[in-house]
């Protein structure tokens, strides 16, 4: 299994931006899909993002379209969100996650064998 490191987190205020970087090591990076979780106090975990194997197919919730982004670097395995437009209900620990199946078919958090230990992400004034 990859194991994962997420960094960059911190807090922010709402309208700014934040870029969370996520390395991988122990695996063969470019065999999986990659994913971006969110975790709120008292909600359920949500996928916020997700990127294909080589990076050219992304995947994102409605409530961050337009405002996030994800992308990847395989020779430095490393994946990347880019948070902007950031609002309080942004606040929750994100963590990133691998999969073995593909992008589109890595929905739910159960489809991820590898994570990272997550990173606190803060939208205050």
């Known amino acids: 299994q990859v194991q994962l490191v997420e960094s960059g987190g911190g807090l922010v205020q709402p309208g700014g931006s934040l870029r969370l970087s996520c390395s991988a090591s122990g695996g063969t990076f470019s065999l999986y899909a990659m994913a971006w979780f969110r975790q709120a106090p008292g909600k359920g975990r949500e996928r916020v993002a997700a990127?294909?194997?080589?990076?050219?197919?992304?995947y994102y919730a409605d409530s961050v379209k337009g405002r996030f982004t994800t992308s990847r670097d395989n020779s430095q395995n490393t994946v990347y969100l880019q948070m902007n437009s950031l609002k309080p209900e942004d606040t929750a620990v994100y963590y990133c996650a691998a999969s073995t199946r593909s992008a589109r078919d890595s929905s739910n958090a159960a489809d991820f064998g590898s994570w990272g230990q997550g990173t606190q992400v803060t939208v205050s004034s």
């Open positions: 990127i294909s194997r080589g990076g050219g197919v992304t």
